[in-house]
């Protein structure tokens, strides 16, 4: 959601978005529609064989085998210019240093078409996550970490804390920001 | 990663609609 609300700059730095994961076609139709991602190129892959395995970020035992929390940002020459690994299911960085990655590239704006799914949208989205949960589980996690940081001592330990309130921050932000676009 | 082979660098680089960069998303799934 961060990247997607960001797209137009990520555009203007010419680059695309794809979003992967092992969902299929049709759960991942749904989460688009539901999100307002079409700026996003949603792919499935399954068994994590065309990407998620090749890439080494791929954890085989949970769920029986789902993607690791990632980025990966690929030049136009085939060069990996930027990668980030979460180490957990709630570990996703704040976008600057993306940022500061995608537009050292210094390349042309792209304008890629809509992403429209070759699958039917499911009718009813009533199992998906629901945009209007989204807020309030990041600022439970933003609040949550904000307490544990103030009872923390260890400088380590609380600024990993303040890391995470800054990431449910600025997904708060972002989600606001998308919200107001959705209508 | 040597491009011209089916890698999957060069796979994520066939899923753009242009001559740009790409950054690909992973995520757990399910939502």
Known sequence: ?183 | VRLGERTPVRELLDLRSSDGAIVAMLYRGDW
Do not use: C
């Open chain 1, 1 to 183: 959601v961060r990247l997607a609300s960001n797209h137009e700059r990520l555009h203007a730095a010419g680059v695309e978005l794809v979003a992967i994961s092992v969902d299929d076609e049709v759960r991942q139709a749904g989460m688009a529609r539901r999100w307002g991602l079409s700026p996003v190129r949603m792919v499935s892959d399954p068994d994590g064989a065309r990407f998620l395995r090749p890439l080494e970020l791929f954890d085989p035992v949970e769920r029986g085998g789902i993607a690791l929390p990632a980025m990966v940002g690929i030049g136009p020459d085939g060069t990996e210019f930027y990668r980030y690994r979460g180490r957990d299911f709630a570990d996703r960085t704040n976008d600057d240093d993306l940022f500061t990655a995608v537009e050292a590239l210094g390349l042309a704006p792209v304008d890629p078409p809509p992403h429209r799914p070759s699958v039917e949208v499911p009718a009813d989205l009533g199992g998906f996550f629901r945009p209007e949960d989204f807020a309030a589980y990041f600022r439970g996690n933003l609040f949550g970490a904000q307490a544990i940081a103030g009872r923390l001592t260890d400088p380590d330990a609380r600024a990993v804390a303040l890391q995470h309130r800054d990431m449910a921050k600025a997904t708060v932000d972002a989600w606001q920001e998308w919200r107001t676009r959705l209508g």
